[in-house]
T-cell receptor, first 112, second 116 residues
Framework: GENVEQHPSTLSVQEGDSAVIKCTYSDSASNYFPWYKQELGKRPQLIIDIRSNVGEKKDQRIAVTLNKTAKHFSLHITETQPEDSAVYFCAASKGGSYIPTFGRGTSLIVHP | GAVVSQHPSWVICKSGTSVKIECRSLDFQATTMFWYRQFPKQSLMLMATSNEGSKATYEQGVEKDKFLINHASLTLSTLTVTSAHPEDSSFYIC????????????FGPGTRLTVT
């Protein structure tokens, strides 16, 4: 089955800095890669996603890049703010199947 | 966006009792729903796939007789933790895909279960 590795497990940055979280996947058939943000005790919220036919996608301060050849994708957050502090999960899933395989999560801490 | 609700949001029960958690899709129909378990500071672990009108599919290592899943309608799935023990204490989250070409899953707010 699919295996998703996520790094780092913890990321601490100063407000205004950029943050990058990286994930790799094992199944070349995976074609959908969402990123979720989860605040303590709350549900995961989709913040951005990318399909395998696209190499990069941007939404304001967040962007995701995908390298299908290397089977890795990354989340980039620019101009970080304290409210960006949360746990971020990457995931990968195949076409026709809605079940994503989640990475272990990255705890992002943005210091004011 | 689509809305998925869960009830209760938190529950405390005694060892040996059973607890039922409901997951509802409020503005769309979901033939499939997923149940996850999340321990503190850990990732979401898929427990089972709930299928409307048929038996649930359980992930390896998940006891189907302990975690009973019923998907009685296109908008409701229930997870019953039977004979709960302290080690069952966890955050349980359901999710539902809205279907079509959209692979996005919509998560419920989660249920915090504490077994004393």
């Amino acid at each position: 089955g699919e295996n998703v590795e996520q790094h780092p497990s913890t990321l601490s940055v100063q407000e205004g800095d950029s943050a990058v979280i990286k994930c790799t996947y094992s199944d070349s058939a995976s074609n959908y890669f969402p990123w979720y943000k989860q605040e303590l005790g709350k549900r995961p919220q989709l913040i951005i996603d990318i399909r395998s036919n696209v190499g990069e996608k941007k939404d304001q301060r967040i962007a995701v890049t995908l390298n299908k050849t290397a089977k890795h994708f990354s989340l980039h957050i620019t101009e970080t703010q304290p409210e960006d502090s949360a746990v971020y999960f990457c995931a990968a899933s195949k076409g026709g199947s809605y079940i994503p395989t989640f990475g272990r999560g990255t705890s992002l801490i943005v210091h004011p | 966006g689509a809305v998925v609700s869960q009830h209760p949001s938190w529950v405390i029960c005694k060892s040996g009792t059973s607890v039922k958690i409901e997951c509802r899709s409020l503005d769309f129909q979901a033939t499939t729903m997923f149940w996850y378990r999340q321990f503190p500071k850990q990732s979401l672990m898929l427990m089972a796939t709930s299928n409307e009108g048929s038996k649930a599919t359980y992930e390896q290592g998940v006891e189907k007789d302990k975690f009973l899943i019923n998907h009685a309608s296109l908008t409701l799935s229930t997870l019953t933790v039977t004979s709960a023990h302290p080690e069952d204490s966890s955050f349980y989250i359901c999710s539902a895909p809205r279907g079509g070409e959209i692979y996005e899953q919509y998560f419920g707010p989660g249920t915090r279960l504490t077994v004393t």
